[in-house]
């Protein structure tokens, strides 16, 4: 899958962009360091680059500040009660569960947000994205469980339902999954299989080099263990606390301890829908015509 080169879109047209990090944890922490990355997006000096985490309906996230755009209060989108960033050591004890994204620097319109991802219905969400003018939505992922059936996490995990529900907007959505395997979750025969399904698809538009984010994600994940994500990713760029196998395979640290190839890990892999979201939109046209027979 290497021999497919990813060329990033012209974002020069875009006025309002979201990064979110589709699962949580470190995945907001690389969807940060993406948006500073210039080697792979450049975005315009007046270009609003937001940042996002995702979580789920847990106790407390109704007590977050709701984001208001223009004049209307988004429900499902909050913001956090302090600015970032902070040290851990200055976050207090009840906004524990959002200490990355607190630790991340300060982005466009106030954020890093807080996406809460509904239980049930994700209509609500949906509307509010679109609320948000977004003229391109970058969906960020470490280790690729957002996309594989198999993994750990299984197939109702945030990062899936996610992606899911954004496919399902009418923006412009690339997804991006940053070193296929360093999450633990999932075998190389499961991710192989998975790229090759969205390959038929027309879904895989190719890879490229994570070395350009090397120097931010040490700084970020500084004080993160050696089995975070971010620090699976920077060890095999380095070349740096690896348990090699045969075959330049790698044992991930954690979850699952798969062995993944080395140059996995040091590639993001990117896909996006455009053709589904059309043929989404021919068949809602085609519906709305026979509604009105």
């Given at each position: 899958y290497l021999d497919q080169s990813f060329t990033f879109p012209d974002v020069t047209q875009c006025k309002r962009?979201?990064?979110v990090g589709l699962g949580g944890g470190c995945d907001v922490l690389s969807a940060s360091v993406v948006a500073s990355t210039t080697d792979f997006f450049s975005f315009p000096s007046g270009t609003e680059v937001v940042v996002s985490?995702?979580?789920?309906?847990?106790?407390?996230t109704d007590q977050l500040p709701p984001v208001v755009m223009e004049t209307e209060t988004l429900r499902c989108i909050r913001k956090l009660p302090l600015?970032?960033?902070?040290?851990?050591?200055?976050?207090?004890s009840e906004l524990g569960l959002f200490s990355l994204v607190l630790t991340q620097p300060k982005a466009a319109l106030d954020s890093p947000w807080v996406i809460v991802l509904?239980?049930?219905?994700?209509?609500?969400?949906?509307?509010?994205?679109?609320?948000?003018?977004?003229?391109?939505?970058?969906?960020?992922?470490?280790?690729?469980?957002?996309?594989?059936?198999?993994?750990k996490t299984g197939i109702t995990g945030r990062d899936k339902r996610m992606v899911q529900l954004l496919r399902k907007t009418e923006i412009p959505f690339l997804h991006l999954v940053l070193g296929f395997g360093c999450d633990g979750e999932s075998t190389e025969d499961a991710i192989a299989a998975t790229v090759e399904k969205a390959k038929i698809a027309g879904f895989y538009k190719g890879s490229f080099s994570l070395q350009p984010?090397?120097?931010?994600?040490?700084?970020?994940?500084?004080?993160?263990?050696h089995s975070r994500t971010p620090n699976v990713i920077c060890n095999a760029l380095e070349g740096k606390k690896l348990n090699m196998r045969k075959g330049n395979k790698v044992v991930i640290p954690r979850g699952i301890h798969p062995q993944i190839p080395l140059a996995w890990l040091t590639h993001g892999f990117a896909f996006a829908y455009d053709q589904e979201a059309t043929d989404s939109k021919t068949t809602e046209t085609e519906e709305a015509r026979n509604n009105k027979r």
């Open positions: 962009v979201l990064i985490d995702v979580t789920e309906e847990v106790a407390g600015s970032s960033p902070l040290r851990v050591s200055q976050i207090p509904p239980s049930e219905e994700d209509v609500a969400l949906r509307e509010e994205l679109l609320l948000c003018s977004f003229d391109l939505i970058i969906g960020i992922d470490a280790g690729g469980d957002s996309l594989v059936e198999e993994a984010m090397l120097v931010a994600f040490r700084a970020r994940a500084k004080g993160l263990g």
